[in-house]
């Protein structure tokens, strides 16, 4: 149960880590399933999800070589998404803002994991508008429409 918002500032700054840096591909970005092999920081992680039901899907994920993350990025769709992710503890809420660089560079997302779809939560005041059901924002998306093509 994923919520990803826009932010309306660079207020989040001030309650944030140091940012953790990642590189991602899509060995699959079909909908039905998607394979990513993602290295975190110096960690590689591989992750299955299954298609979207509103905003829960199921989700597979296992640490891999770093080494064996690093090839299967060479084989993943281009471009590769680049970004710094920051976790930012708000109220009793992890967010995690996702600032890109690359192809992508310019666009910063904010997302929520909860326990529920139903789940109430703060809003913290560096949140702008959802975009939790629009595609374009889905990192899948990102391969094929990057964020420096939109207008």
């Known amino acids: 149960n994923e919520?990803?918002?826009?932010?309306?500032?660079?207020n989040w700054k001030a309650e944030a880590d140091n940012g953790t840096t990642i590189k991602q591909g899509y060995l699959n970005s079909n909908k039905e399933?998607?394979?990513?092999?993602?290295i975190y920081g110096?960690?590689?992680?591989l992750t299955i999800k299954g298609k979207?039901?509103?905003?829960?899907?199921?989700?597979?994920?296992?640490?891999?070589?770093?080494?064996?993350?690093e090839q299967m990025l060479i084989l993943a769709e281009q471009p590769i998404i680049e970004k710094t992710r920051f976790i930012v503890l708000h109220g009793n809420n992890t967010w995690e803002?996702?600032?890109f660089e690359g192809e992508n560079k310019g666009l910063v997302v904010a997302e929520i994991e909860l326990e529920s779809e139903n789940q109430t939560f703060n809003i913290p005041n560096w949140i702008s508008k959802e975009v939790s059901l629009d595609e374009k924002y889905?990192?899948?998306?990102?391969?094929a429409n990057p964020f420096k093509n939109w207008d």
């Open 33 to 38: 399933r998607t394979v990513r092999v993602r």
């Open 97 to 99: 803002i996702d600032v």
């Open 52 to 69: 979207n039901n509103n905003i829960t899907r199921k989700e597979f994920e296992y640490e891999i070589p770093l080494i064996e993350a």
């Open 42 to 45: 110096n960690q590689g992680i």
């Open 3 to 10: 919520r990803k918002f826009l932010l309306k500032n660079d």
């Open 138 to 143: 889905y990192n899948a998306s990102l391969i």
